[in-house]
């Protein structure tokens, strides 16, 4: 069976860098879409990165953008998310996702994801 398992995170400062990992298990990553959601503290849960399936086009919403690179590797069946210049609005609980769609674009919609994996605390003290 398909799952997602995080790792990474944790507590930083601002200013650091970290790199979350999402690894995928039970069949391969590719030919799936997938993507970084982002829960913070009272807020709802937004998508702030996204990958294709070929991997050649990303996105970013404007608070991350610049911040934040998504990549993935499909031989060894994970993706990551490194993180630069880290500010305390970054706090949050992060999860990965995956889709069965092919093709050369990403979505940062929620609804378009069907399997998640664990949610990952990333804590960025100033």
């Known amino acids: 069976q398909f799952r997602l398992v995080g790792s990474g995170g944790g507590r930083v400062y601002a200013g650091d860098s970290a790199r979350l990992v999402c690894t995928a298990f039970?069949?391969?990553?590719?030919?799936?879409?997938l993507a970084w959601f982002r829960q913070a503290p009272g807020k709802e849960r937004e998508g702030i990165a996204c990958?294709?399936?070929?991997?050649?086009?990303?996105e970013y919403p404007p608070s991350v953008k610049g911040r934040f690179i998504n990549d993935r590797d499909d031989e060894m069946n994970m993706m990551f998310l490194q993180m630069n210049n880290l500010k305390p609005d970054d706090t949050g609980i992060y999860y990965c996702?995956?889709?069965?769609?092919?093709?050369?674009?990403?979505?940062?919609?929620?609804?378009?994801?069907?399997?998640w994996g664990q949610g990952i605390q990333v804590t960025v003290s100033s």
């Open positions: 039970g069949s391969p990553l590719s030919s799936r879409r």
């Open positions: 996702a995956a889709a069965p769609l092919q093709g050369a674009y990403c979505s940062r919609l929620e609804s378009e994801y069907g399997d």
């Open positions: 990958i294709s399936s070929s991997g050649g086009n990303t």
